[in-house]
């Protein structure tokens, strides 16, 4: 597999860049952004954070907007900034925002026209880590995070995957996606009308049956416009009272659910992260 | 003159709010940004920043992208971000990215059919700080920065109006307009033909005149691709050393045009006119 460099740059004290390649998971070319502290251009490998992006979104808006760069260069944490969907022509797409192109769910999609390309979750769980550890200075100790529609996915991708994430977190993530109305539209798209199929990407259902005890940080913003309808942070909440799951949930006041909820709490996001990658047993 | 409120949302320690109003010196309504640190809603009054944007931007981008909430929350600035031209179905336009819409250039135009509202100079010299200091909570003293074409109207604003603005900053600015190809198109198209009207709005003849001394630091990244044939910061070096005039300008090794590399050194910026507005003699 190769990458093809698009652009680098000085940011922080460390290379903002963005590289495309060929997805043979996602059968499509797909373009990442990803951060190297300058320290990350020795012998030394890094630990890597995983960003997710919520709908609409590409690989430039959390590298442009959530200003991670200056605590990741401090602490030493290689940024990596996936797209939200297969990209191209080729895809098909719907004319909906919140499905088809930009809205991928990072599910594995089984239904007719999605499946030949929506399968997100196989891209961010093995192709795109692979890419990323045999090419760049990093070492296999992973964190996730995400915003939106990209919390859903950090969470269901970290608890669906025991022992390969160290910790993870999320910006108001769409916690219960099979009980609100984007989760509902989403899901019966990709993944067909049998909600049983469902519960495999639904991060309440997951972490009311996981085992593993993962470090989860959760920010909401109380001023969000879509925290009643679509988020649902308390069924989550309820989730991990019942399971005894040591979950770290935060609400805010007068934060909506844009970027700069994130650009404000991305450093305790990332100091949580670097309190468990950095911390050699 | 009425302000509406269009947005408002909490960034860091303070709100970041988006209003419109009618502006009568541009001949249309305009929109503006507002970062009010929390401390600014006490009784207290509080310097402003000013801060001009580059081609084809709006309030949003030094909103979104500079992360400078965060240091003005701490220090106590307010940061009011206009935009970077009239706007509206009934302001001339261009086609190109560079004249007409979002690409006002900080002047009073001359010229037919721009005349009639591209008149920014007065707008931001007069009309808009007039307005800011009657609603908000914020003192007459006053600061003044931006990028590129928003670094050239810091520049000659605050050189055109001694005792206005106690410091000026400026990354990546157009330092000497009459000599390079944007300026040349703008001016000639904003004021005509007679170049002698254009040294009014050139950094490096206005520098070359000034009798005031006003703290300047200028910012520029190595690796711009506008630096050699656009920006010219070394013509405005030579001008402030004929005239003896102390001017701080740092080149960065690896940074480029972008926002990134505004994101990197906007708190050494805001740290810089801190030492000037927060200091009272």
């Given at each position: 597999?190769?990458?093809?460099?698009?652009?680098?740059?000085?940011?922080f004290d460390g290379s903002q860049c963005q590289y495309t390649h060929r997805s043979e998971v996602l059968d499509c070319e797909m373009r990442f952004s990803i951060f190297l502290?300058?320290?990350?251009?020795?012998?030394?490998?890094?630990?890597?954070?995983?960003w997710l992006s919520g709908l609409t979104c590409t690989d430039e808006n959390f590298s442009q907007k959530a200003g991670a760069q200056r605590m990741a260069a401090e602490l030493g944490i290689v940024l990596v900034i996936?797209?939200?969907s297969p990209r191209g022509d080729s895809v098909p797409d719907n004319e909906s925002y919140d499905l088809g192109k930009g809205a991928g769910y990072y599910v594995n999609a089984t239904q007719t026209p999605w499946k030949s390309h929506y399968q997100m979750y196989d891209y961010l769980v093995k192709e795109l880590p692979e890419l990323?550890?045999?090419?760049?200075?990093?070492?296999?100790?992973?964190?996730?995070s995400g915003h939106s529609m990209g919390g859903h996915g950090a969470l269901t991708i970290a608890l669906k995957n025991p022992g390969?994430?160290?910790s993870v977190s999320a910006f108001s993530p769409i916690c219960n996606p099979m009980a609100?109305?984007?989760?509902?539209?989403?899901?019966a798209a990709y993944l067909g009308p049998d909600k049983t199929l469902w519960e495999e990407y639904d991060a309440t259902v997951l972490l009311s049956r996981s085992t593993e005890r993962l470090p989860i940080l959760i920010s909401q913003g109380e001023a969000d416009q879509?925290?009643?309808?679509?988020l649902k942070p308390n069924a989550l909440k309820a989730a991990a009272e019942a399971a005894?799951?040591?979950?770290?949930?935060?609400?805010?006041?007068?934060?909506?659910?844009?970027?700069?909820?994130i650009a404000t709490f991305i450093e305790q996001h990332l100091r949580f992260h670097a309190d468990y990658l950095l911390h050699i047993d």
């Open positions: 597999m190769t990458l093809e460099l698009v652009s680098k740059t000085q940011c502290p300058s320290q990350a251009e020795k012998e030394q490998r890094f630990p890597v954070l995983y996936p797209d939200t990323v550890e045999d090419t760049f200075p990093v070492s296999d100790r992973r964190a996730i390969r994430y160290i609100c109305p984007w989760g509902e539209k989403a899901l879509f925290l009643e309808e679509q005894g799951y040591p979950l770290k949930l935060e609400f805010h006041a007068g934060y909506d659910h844009s970027y700069y909820f």
